[in-house]
C-alpha cells in the first residue's frame, strides 16, 4: 500500500511538473501588463490573411510563433486561463500521454511546448472531438503534431487544469 501512495506522489508531482513547467509565477510588476495573447492573434491574422487571403477559423495560432514566443504564450496560458476560455487555438509540438494508473485509469494527452533551448516545456492536454481518451485514437507518443482545439478549464481533485477540447489533428 506505501508503495501505491509514493507511486500515486510521483505521478502527481509529474503531471504537475508536466502541466508548468520550470517557470516561476510572475511577479507584481509583470501581472499589470497585458498578456503577449494582442500580439500572438495580431501577428497571425496578419500573417493568415497575406499567406492565404481568407480568414482562418482559429482565434490563436501558436504555430506562427517563434519558439520562445510560443513557450511564453503557452505560459500566460497556463497562468491566465480565464483569459483564453473559449477561443479555438492551434498548436504545434510534441505528442505526449500520461495514464494515472491502474486505479482510475485515466489517460491524459498533450502537446509539449520547448522553450529556444530545449531545456524545460510546457504542456497543454487536449481531448479529441467526441471525448475519446482510447490510445488509439491518438497520435503516437513522441511524434510531432498540430492540434486545433477550443481552450477550457477543468477541475480534477481540487485542482484546475487547462486543456483544449473538441480537438483535432491536423496533417
Not at 2 to 14: E, R
Not at 96 to 101: E, I
Request: with cysteine.
Amino acid at each position: 500500500m506505501k508503495c501505491k501512495k509514493s507511486l500515486f506522489a510521483v505521478l502527481s508531482i509529474s503531471m504537475i511538473l508536466f502541466l508548468y513547467g520550470c517557470s516561476e509565477k510572475p511577479n507584481e510588476a509583470t501581472t499589470s501588463q497585458q498578456p503577449v495573447q494582442s500580439t500572438v492573434q495580431a501577428v497571425s491574422s496578419e500573417e493568415d490573411s497575406e499567406q492565404s487571403g481568407v480568414e482562418d477559423d482559429v482565434d490563436v495560432d501558436l504555430t506562427q510563433l517563434s519558439s520562445i514566443m510560443c513557450y511564453s504564450e503557452v505560459y500566460t496560458m497556463i497562468t491566465y486561463p480565464e483569459q483564453y476560455i473559449g477561443k479555438t487555438v492551434r498548436m504545434k509540438g510534441t505528442m505526449a500521454h500520461y495514464s494515472s494508473g491502474a486505479e482510475s485509469g485515466q489517460n491524459y494527452f498533450a502537446v509539449l511546448i520547448a522553450d529556444a533551448l530545449a531545456c524545460c516545456q510546457q504542456g497543454i492536454e487536449f481531448v479529441l472531438e467526441g471525448g475519446s481518451r482510447d490510445v488509439k485514437d491518438y497520435p503516437l507518443m513522441n511524434t510531432e503534431v498540430t492540434v486545433v482545439g477550443e481552450f477550457a478549464t477543468y477541475e480534477e481533485n481540487g485542482m484546475t487544469y487547462c486543456n483544449l477540447i473538441h480537438a483535432r489533428v491536423e496533417e
